[in-house]
């Protein structure tokens, strides 16, 4: 008995919680059918025709431009409004797609996001690295509360990573952070290659007639990656080398490199009328060692600058870095 109470009284608390949460200060009713329905006069019974049919949406999904989802609602199984559709509604590109330099941007926003007949674009790496700016043009006349259409071109350099996000900012003149607002569009970028060389080594190819080690660039092997295509080659080939990923295949012929080295990296690249600078960071003095192991270093970054042919000569910073 005591038991019987305790559920009935669980009961009486959740069905007064629905209550509260659906109905406010109207009363709310459950049909046979399983739906809630708000009866505005509690001195009144509730007419049988208030519950109607059961309203079962189709379980399909809307895409909006900040990359959410949202589903249909009853009773009329509209699609729920997406973040800031309100106030902005992006066309092109979007959310997820995959886009590349020019990129044509289109839309639609209410007036009050302009100032001037425009508003500022910009478009991020995956890390955070602005990559360049626009400007939106509006389509026609923007001084109202409608929609306008708008429309802009954004050139931007090819990144190294696959990810994006575009960000469409209201234009704020006042500068009060309060009046800011922007809506964020995650992309992916079309990524183009181009092959280039790594040069690893390989012992067996660097001995004398005697069977001896040379330790010469003679025993470097060309090993055939695919790169982004992206401004910086020359650089992206070396840091890619420094990480010394060496496929099962290419360790079954022989070839081997020491690197990486813990604590090196490139810093930075300038090419010059034919010659290049390479800045590196070392900072657990990895490439000191004796002359053979330093030279071979030395060897196969240097190999692998020399592929590009605006590069005739190559040197290293600090300076007496791969020293024996």
């Not at 926003?109 to 400007?135: C, H, M, Q, V």
């Not at 990810?163 to 964020?184: A, F, M, Q, R, T």
Request: include cysteine; hydrophobic fraction near 40%; glycine fraction near 8%.
């Amino acid at each position: 008995m005591k038991k019987t109470l305790i559920i009935a009284f669980i009961l009486v608390v959740v069905c007064l919680g629905l209550r509260f949460i659906l109905g406010g200060s109207e009363d709310t009713w459950i049909c046979d059918n399983g739906q809630w329905v708000k009866h505005g006069n509690p001195s009144q019974a509730m007419p049988e025709e208030s519950c109607g049919e059961l309203v079962v949406c189709t379980m399909d999904a809307k895409l909006c431009s900040d990359g959410a989802y949202v589903s249909r609602l009853a009773p009329n199984c509209d699609f729920a409004v997406c973040p800031k559709e309100d106030l902005i509604q992006v066309d092109s590109p979007k959310a997820n797609e995959i886009i590349s330099s020019p990129l044509t941007i289109s839309g639609q926003a209410r007036g009050y996001w302009f100032f001037e007949a425009s508003f500022p674009i910009k478009i991020f790496d995956a890390n955070g690295n602005l990559l360049a700016t626009a400007i939106a043009q509006a389509q026609s006349d923007w001084m109202t509360e409608d929609f306008v259409p708008f429309s802009a071109e954004l050139e931007f350099v090819s990144p190294s990573t696959e990810e994006g996000v575009l960000v469409l900012e209201k234009d704020n003149p006042s500068g009060l952070s309060e009046n800011d607002n922007e809506i964020k569009i995650p992309v992916l970028f079309n990524k183009e290659t181009r092959k280039i060389n790594l040069y690893y080594y390989n012992v067996d190819k660097d001995k004398d007639n005697s069977g001896n080690v040379k330790c010469s660039a003679d025993g470097l092997v060309a090993v055939e990656r695919e790169i982004a295509l992206t401004q910086t080659p020359i650089q992206d080939a070396i840091k890619l080398l420094l990480e010394g990923k060496i496929t099962e295949e290419e360790k079954s012929q022989g070839i081997s490199s020491e690197y990486p080295l813990a604590g090196f990296s490139l810093k930075g690249a300038l090419l010059k009328d034919g010659d290049l600078t390479l800045e590196f960071i070392d900072s657990q003095g990895k490439t000191t060692g004796g002359s053979c192991r330093v030279g071979i270093l030395w060897s196969q970054i240097e190999a692998t600058a020399k592929q590009f042919s605006e590069v005739d000569q190559v040197k290293f910073l600090p300076e007496d870095i791969f020293q024996p």
